[in-house]
């Protein structure tokens, strides 16, 4: 009994390592560029802004 419960302590290790592996590689391939990009975006936009301000006071 005591093989079985080390062997399934070890899987269940396994298997969380390997789910929070998998992830943080999403997070990592997917998320973080579109959230780079929403940025970029949102950055260029207020730049728009104020150069469109700029222009129209003087």
Known sequence: MKKFTGGLFVGI???LAA?????FT???TVVDPI???EQK???NRKKAM???RSAHNG
């Open 50 to 52: 104020r150069k469109s």
């Open 35 to 37: 959230e780079d990009e």
């Open 13 to 15: 290790l396994g298997t």
């Open 19 to 23: 789910l929070f592996g998998g992830l």
């Open 41 to 43: 975006f949102e950055e």
């Open 26 to 28: 999403f997070k990592k």
